[in-house]
């Protein structure tokens, strides 16, 4: 039997969940147990603690129904767990390095008590210093083990489920169980102190709560906020089931109504039904006050008086809950002109027109990526919505012909983004956007994440000091409601890097469909307009942006890799976004380089490619679904990894052979290996775990989902990847 049972939930922690899974499993003290508990074996945290249970025997997944609320998960790991005593872990939190065992000790010392208290830290999620809110609480706890009514004030309600260790066996022999609804910390906390014989306090934090930067789910505003009185009724009710003493329920009374009180407080936490909270608040005061209990001094004592009378109205004025609501816009925006403002100001006080959506791309580049795909799409399943492009001036002429577009600062441009319903962007839109309520914000990225980004790039100079303000980029953040991902690693990741109440789509990304829909005529076709010589074998050379660097740098000679890799080689060399301007077709003496870079679709020049070279780039990823062999060539792996950080390490993960010079690279296409076996078993799990959403149909998917509103369920599933089949090459090549 471990000493100790880890309990983890993971619904909704799955950015954090590796630290925190991480956390318990590099403890000195190691005997233990570590459950985390999934909504569903196929949940994105699921494969999460898979891996973490393929490396490690002491993990032990268990499924549990997908709930908002800790409670049920809670409950189903304790029915899992086997360990002498029993702890719990949010799914974002850590645990403290020496905890389990500073914990070990502190059992040992006070050997046989029930629940032993521990500190813990309260970490800002961004800037400022971490406090420890438990300490106050534990400061006059008595040194050794003690029965609670030694130290009344310690009533368990006041401390989160986290901040203490359970004895199993006393769990199971008083059937403790976390309560139904919300607020169950306050519910478990009572029901368990008030079952306790023997209790202890461990004054040195164990476990290190991050807060979300989105805040505590239970402050959100509804109905759920009237759970505080069932929890309150519950534990009040069993206090009296069990004789407590006057001594032990004037302080557990007091807390439980504290906490009451806050939620009555806050009229924004409940938008309806505030008098009826109230009214049932009020009797539950009058029925449970301890025979002889003195209301406290002060205002709090004024709060109890109005509470046991049933006062609502004189409540309401005490609290000055009667205030006008703060305007729904912040800020005014700010367009450059003062007639443009102006202008935009009155535009926002007109009503939302439900059939305009916005698209913009790479901060209007043109009619590219993710927002082109699902513009396409929408023009065919959603006519009757009206699509407007968002375009930089110098790249109006590019634009098709039959595509609707503004021009960036132009008086079009902000009237049109005062009036949309839908904004569909794969970066984001100018600071001074409002956004305005009922409109949907979709965010489609534009590329799997293997550098780190946004708030995750804090901790590198380099980047962070090119990045602007992190405040600024979450209040774009905080405008997006739904964010599109390809699969499950970038679920986890834009989770960490872009913190926000968004919903996650795994549809898959739009620009990637057409590498399971074209035909060989479209890539025959492709590669003429390319330039691309007959019977030659294509290698596409798409090297990423370096932050350390001050402009475009291939990093090979591509003239000397063609001479060295054969006859039949050519490249294609497509620089990054960043200096694709003024770049067009271009091709050496030899013909045997053609520059890309210019040409406005990607996913026409991966078409076009026999095979991949690259870097660290996103296109990697795109690339891997057409299932022709990838070459990473790294000259400065070291270098990229500090300068800028990473999520995993491409070295061991790659999807096919690793060059780390030009001779290397050469020999690579030189000798075939590219396309050998090993090759190939290298491309197959790189697809399995970055291919998963991207089948041919997610621009549908995402049509129907945002813009036509249809429910998650209504959705075309996602074909499995054995299914597909990828457009064919040009040159004859073995797939996966």
Not at 339 to 368: E, I, K, N, S
Not at 579 to 585: A, F, H, N, P, T
């Amino acid at each position: 039997m471990p000493r100790f049972s880890i309990i983890v939930p993971t619904h909704g922690a799955l950015g954090r969940l590796p630290q925190a899974l991480d956390s318990v499993l590099g403890q000195s003290f190691g005997d233990l147990q570590l459950i985390p508990v999934c909504d569903a074996p196929d949940a994105p945290a699921a494969a999460v603690a898979a891996e973490h249970a393929e490396r490690d025997s002491r993990v032990t997944p268990v499924d549990s129904p997908s709930s908002a609320c800790p409670s049920g998960a809670r409950n189903a790991g304790m029915r899992a767990a086997t360990g002498a005593y029993v702890l719990f872990l949010d799914g974002d939190d850590l645990l403290l390095p020496g905890a389990l065992a500073a914990l070990d000790r502190r059992l040992t010392e006070t050997a046989g008590v029930d629940v032993l208290y521990v500190e813990h830290e309260r970490t800002p999620w961004w800037e400022g210093e971490p406090g420890n809110p438990a300490a106050p609480l534990l400061a006059t706890a008595p040194k050794g083990a003690f029965a609670p009514g030694d130290a009344p004030e310690l009533t368990g309600v006041r401390l989160p489920a986290w901040s203490a260790v359970y004895r199993r066996a006393f769990l199971t022999e008083h059937e403790l169980t976390f309560p139904d609804g919300h607020f169950t910390d306050l519910g478990w906390g009572g029901l368990t102190t008030i079952a306790a014989g023997r209790i202890a306090v461990l004054r040195e934090p164990v476990v290190r709560h991050r807060l979300r930067r989105q805040g505590s789910r239970f402050n959100l505003p509804g109905p759920h906020q009237h759970a505080v009185l069932d929890q309150m009724e519950l534990v009040l009710t069993r206090a009296a089931e069990a004789g407590l003493p006057a001594e032990r329920t004037g302080p557990l009374f007091e807390q439980l109504v504290s906490a009451v009180l806050r939620t009555a407080s806050r009229p924004d936490r409940m938008p309806a039904g505030r008098r009826a909270f109230f009214r049932r608040a009020a009797r539950l005061y009058r029925r449970h006050r301890p025979a002889g209990y003195t209301a406290p001094a002060g205002s709090l004592g004024v709060q109890h008086r109005l509470l046991a009378a049933g006062a609502y109205t004189a409540f309401r004025a005490l609290r000055g809950a009667n205030q006008a609501a703060a305007g729904t816009l912040e800020r005014l925006p700010r367009p450059h002109m003062l007639r443009t403002r102006l202008r935009y100001a009155r535009d926002l006080r007109r009503p939302l027109d439900p059939h305009l959506a916005v698209f913009c791309a790479y901060w209007g580049r043109g009619y590219v990526c993710n927002p082109a795909a699902i513009h396409a799409k929408a023009r065919q399943l959603a006519p009757h919505i009206r699509s407007v492009f968002l375009v930089e001036a110098d790249q109006a002429h590019a634009m098709p012909q039959d595509v609707e577009y503004a021009v960036i600062g132009s008086r079009r441009y902000w009237e049109v983004l005062a009036r949309a319903t839908y904004f569909v962007n794969n970066a984001n839109f100018a600071e001074g956007i409002v956004k305005r309520p009922g409109s949907v914000h979709l965010q489609t990225q534009h590329g799997t994440p293997l550098k780190t980004m946004g708030v995750d790039q804090s901790t590198y100079p380099v980047v962070a000091a090119q990045s602007g303000s992190y405040t600024k980029l979450l209040g774009r953040v905080d405008r997006w409601d739904f964010n599109l991902s390809s699969n499950r690693h970038s679920t986890q990741m834009w989770e960490r890097a872009f913190p926000g109440g968004y919903e996650q789509l795994e549809y898959g990304y739009p620009r990637n469909d057409v590498y399971c829909t074209a035909t060989a005529d479209d890539v025959a076709r492709v590669r003429r307009l390319l330039g691309v010589p007959e019977g030659r074998t294509a290698v596409l050379y798409a090297p990423t942006h370096r932050d350390h660097h001050t402009g475009f740098e291939p990093g090979l000679d591509l003239e000397e890799f063609c001479e060295a890799a054969g006859e039949d080689v050519v490249v294609l060399l497509r620089a990054h976004y960043f200096y694709d301007r003024g770049r067009s077709g271009r091709s050496d003496l030899s013909g045997r380089v053609i520059d890309v870079s210019g040409h406005r679709s990607a996913e026409d020049v991966c078409l076009a490619a026999d095979a991949l070279v690259t870097d660290y780039s996103s296109i990697m990823f795109d690339y891997a679904n057409l299932d022709r062999p990838i070459v990473v060539y790294t000259d400065d792996w070291e270098v990229y990894r500090q300068t800028r950080g990473v999520y995993f390490d491409l070295m061991a993960e790659p999807p096919g052979p690793v060059a780390r010079t030009p001779g290397e690279l050469a020999r690579v296409f030189r000798e075939r290996e590219h396309t050998s076996e090993g090759s190939r078993a290298l491309r197959t799990a790189f697809r399995e775990r970055f291919c998963q959403f991207d089948d041919g149909q997610a621009a549908e998917r995402v049509v129907r989902r945002v813009l036509l509103g249809e429910p998650p369920e209504a959705v075309v599933p996602v074909i499995p990847l054995a299914e597909r089949i990828p457009a064919p090459a040009a040159a004859t090549l073995v797939r996966s």
